[in-house]
């Protein structure tokens, strides 16, 4: 895929790290999907915030555990938006809570941090400066973010007054969010997306889908709503080797699921994501019951 400059809104464009111990994040991540890191943090400040790429593009940064904040390692899912104060005020009309309210990064681009009516938090991202992952689609770089919620319908018309998003059921029980227009502009990036798509079987309107829904199972109640990040690999049973040799935790080994064979990794400090392998003689296989209560 070529390198991205540009998204539209409402389509995640960014996901980052919060660390207590973010250069120690920062080998554990570089020796696993080989990331060139660069520190992008003023050295007079107190926080850290390290830039990581592939190629010199842009894929997700590892930065510091906001002052204030809980000492927790986590991901977070930026979503790409004309005008955060704007989004901040449907957040509340559609019954969201502004954690962190609108602020300028710098002259990189204007954030906010907000919380879904279950509690799942998201950031949204008004660029300036910085256009968000340069590279999305390639082993070590973002593949998908995905709402893990107890709720789904309640969720719907909640992202749907925010971001204008719909839903798109597919075979196997897997749903995913939409933003109608989106295959337009990746066709435009990229011509031959639709047809390269439809080629492989991809269900009809997939080219729209900008992240997915994964409902929390009932037996794993501990597990609050979150959004989820998803990297690509090129073998996950391999990056599953690699990350526990590095010191972290495989939380599932390798499995099958539709379209893919995935595993759900936990890093030295606790954050969770998967790692995905795109696998396209999995398509008939039954999506799991319970991948979403870990990551």
């Not at 790290?17 to 020796?31: G, K, M, W």
């Not at 279950?118 to 660029?127: I, Q």
């Amino acid at each position: 895929m070529p390198e991205l400059d540009r998204y539209i809104p409402g389509v995640p464009c960014w996901v980052d790290t919060n660390q207590p111990d973010p250069e120690a994040a920062v080998a554990f991540y570089r020796d696993l999907f080989g990331w060139e890191i660069e520190d992008v943090m003023p050295h007079d400040m107190k926080g850290r915030y390290f830039m990581a790429r592939l190629r010199g593009g842009d894929v997700a940064g590892i930065g510091s555990v906001p002052e204030g904040a809980p000492p927790v390692a986590a991901w977070n899912t930026y979503v790409w938006v004309d005008s955060a104060d704007e989004t901040a005020t449907k957040v509340t009309q559609a019954g969201g809570s502004v954690l962190m309210e609108p602020f300028d990064v710098m002259d990189a681009g204007r954030m906010a941090v907000f919380s879904d009516p279950e509690g799942a938090v998201f950031s949204v991202w008004e660029p300036k400066r910085h256009r968000g992952s340069r590279i999305v689609n390639e082993a070590g770089s973002v593949n998908f973010n995905n709402l893990n919620t107890r709720n789904p319908e309640s969720a719907k018309p909640f992202y749907g007054a925010v971001f204008g998003w719909e839903t798109l059921s597919m075979p196997r029980g897997v749903e995913a969010w939409t933003v109608p227009g989106y295959g337009d502009h990746l066709e435009l990036l990229n011509p031959g997306t639709r047809e390269r798509m439809g080629a492989m079987g991809a269900p009809g309107g997939f080219i729209d889908v900008v992240a997915t829904i994964a409902p929390l199972p009932d037996d794993h109640a501990d597990v609050p709503a979150h959004w989820g990040v998803t990297f690509a690999t090129d073998d996950a049973d391999a990056t599953a080797e690699k990350a526990f040799a590095l010191g972290g935790k495989v939380l599932a080994p390798p499995f099958d699921a539709p379209w893919v064979r995935m595993t759900i990794i936990a890093d030295p400090q606790g954050a969770t994501f998967i790692a995905s392998e795109f696998a396209p003689q999995n398509r008939d296989v039954p999506a799991p019951g319970s991948v979403s209560a870990r990551a």
